[in-house]
């Protein structure tokens, strides 16, 4: 895997992070409206709104430079969509990452061999 890909996939992984976050957030905004006087959703709505465009935008990316078949970024998109499912997201990003490096690092290592016996 190359730096950029590898630099792609960490960008999603950290945004899903964030926007399950902010999603969560926004759903307690919206029971707290609801059930006291407090409004933060005018505050949290938008923020979220950012939030999910960047994920958009780092998933295409990702998507681009990945060359995945078309299911596995409509699963992160669903994820997106369901509370709790940016955390399952990053976890299924950082095991695809762990093993594109060391997959990475064991076609590398017959190259260094032959480049140090040299």
Request: aromatic share 10%; glycine share 6%; with cysteine.
């Amino acid at each position: 895997m190359d730096i950029k890909t590898a630099s792609a996939l960490r960008r999603l992984r950290l945004v899903s992070v964030v926007e399950a976050v902010s999603y969560l957030l926004l759903l307690l905004c919206s029971v707290l409206k609801r059930t006291t006087d407090f409004n933060a959703v005018p505050v949290m709505g938008p923020v979220h709104g950012v939030l999910v465009v960047l994920f958009l935008v780092f998933l295409a990316d990702a998507w681009n430079r990945t060359k995945w078949q078309l299911g596995r970024p409509l699963v992160y998109f669903v994820l997106s969509v369901v509370p709790f499912g940016g955390f399952y997201a990053d976890r299924m990003l950082r095991r695809e990452c762990e093993e594109a490096v060391a997959s990475g690092q064991d076609a590398a290592e017959p190259q260094r061999e032959g480049v140090a016996g040299a």
